[in-house]
């Protein structure tokens, strides 16, 4: 099977770092899209209301990281980038948390600590 030598790489550096193609997108568009119908059937099911929140949470955590990794094309990108993008990421989700804590878990812990007293 002869390759035609205008679609080869011209480099080794472009052969490492090629991109996926048409159909990588394809599929990534299609596994977003059953994300999506999953998380529209776990908001009318009312036995998954008590954790409805982590779940869609997750869920989006998902479709946000494959977005990201492939229509961002930081899984193809030097490490540089992925750090950069990660770190204040990490940050904001840990102010989220932390406020989350000190505004909902603390004033109902605050709160049974003085019907215990």
């Known amino acids: 099977m002869s390759m035609n030598p ?11 770092h090629a991109h996926p193609g048409a159909g990588t997108y394809v599929v990534i ?8 119908a999953i998380e529209v059937a776990v908001y009318y099911i009312p036995a998954m209301h ?4 982590p779940v869609l949470l997750s869920l989006s ?3 946000f990281v494959l977005v990201v990794m492939f229509y961002m094309h ?13 770190a ?14 000190i505004f909902k878990v603390l004033p109902h812990y605050q ?7």
């Open 74 to 86: 930081l899984k193809f990108d030097s490490r540089l980038f992925s750090t950069v993008f990660v």
């Open 61 to 63: 955590l998902l479709k």
């Open 111 to 117: 709160a049974v600590s003085a019907l215990v007293r």
């Open 29 to 36: 568009g299609v596994i977003l899209t059953v994300i999506t």
């Open 50 to 53: 008590p954790v409805l929140a």
């Open 88 to 101: 204040p990421l990490i940050l904001a989700v840990s102010v989220v948390i932390g406020l989350f804590i």
């Open 6 to 16: 205008a679609a080869a790489p011209s480099s080794a550096h472009e052969a490492v």
